[in-house]
T-cell receptor, first 114, second 114 residues
Framework: KQEVTQIPAALSVPEGENLVLNCSFT??????LQWFRQDPGKGLTSLLL?????REQTSGRLNASLDKSSGRSTLYIAASQPGDSATYLC?????????????FGTGTLLAVQP | DVKVTQSSRYLVKRTGEKVFLECVQD?????MFWYRQDPGLGLRLIYF???????EKGDIPEGYSVSREKKERFSLILESASTNQTSMYLC?????????????FGPGTRLTVT
């Protein structure tokens, strides 16, 4: 059974710092991996999607990498800003099945201090 | 841009009431999902649908049913609401035509059952 873990559960950094969020998964037979952002009381915003054949994806100050063989993904945030404060979730979809169900980690709560 | 909307942001219901949560997407997506999110448990899949009138159970379907009469609309039904169904409910949609079958989420419905 696929399990997704995110470490750390919470992180506080000063503004301007570069940071890395970690995501690990137990079954390497994944179809894709998505990183989401969730603000308090709100829905999920998709940040980056990495397909199984890809090693990384970039969007602005965000860079996500994927290493399927080791079951790991990282989300790198450059030059962090207070507006980056949110919960970050990673989720994987496994091969097989028609709908590619997402399996989520429990998230990392990020606080960027001004 | 993909838009997923949910009928209510906040809902308060009494134990034993029948509750309908509605989700609408405007991108002709085949797949639609209902999740619930609870502190410490993360997001868990309740039901999903890969076509009109088609549905499959997710990880925690007990106490819920769903309806998909039109492609753009997916309803979650609590036949007899109970206090342990107090939660944040999130709807999502995706398409096989999209890159990596990326899932897009609505803003969520915070349901309180008293």
């Amino acid at each position: 059974k696929q399990e997704v873990t995110q470490i750390p559960a919470a992180l506080s950094v000063p503004e301007g710092e570069n940071l890395v969020l970690n995501c690990s998964f137990t079954d390497s037979a994944i179809y894709n991996l998505q990183w989401f952002r969730q603000d308090p009381g709100k829905g999920l915003t998709s940040l980056l999607l990495i397909q199984s054949s890809q090693r990384e994806q970039t969007s602005g100050r965000l860079n996500a990498s994927l290493d399927k063989s080791s079951g790991r993904s990282t989300l790198y945030i450059a030059a962090s800003q207070p507006g980056d404060s949110a919960t970050y979730l990673c989720a994987v979809t496994n091969y097989g099945g028609a709908t590619n169900k997402l399996i989520f980690g429990t998230g990392t709560l990020l606080a960027v201090q001004p | 841009d993909v838009k997923v909307t949910q009928s209510s942001r906040y809902l308060v219901k009494r134990t034993g009431e029948k509750v309908f949560l509605e989700c609408v997407q405007d991108m002709d997506h085949e797949n639609m999902f209902w999740y619930r999110q609870d502190p410490g448990l993360g997001l868990r899949l309740i039901y999903f649908s890969y076509d009109v009138k088609m549905k499959e159970k997710g990880d925690i379907p007990e106490g819920y049913s769903v309806s998909r009469e039109k492609k753009e609309r997916f309803s979650l039904i609590l036949e007899s609401a109970s206090t342990n169904q107090t939660s944040m409910y999130l709807c999502a949609s995706s398409s096989y035509r999209d890159r990596g079958n990326e899932q897009y989420f609505g803003p969520g419905t915070r349901l309180t059952v008293t």
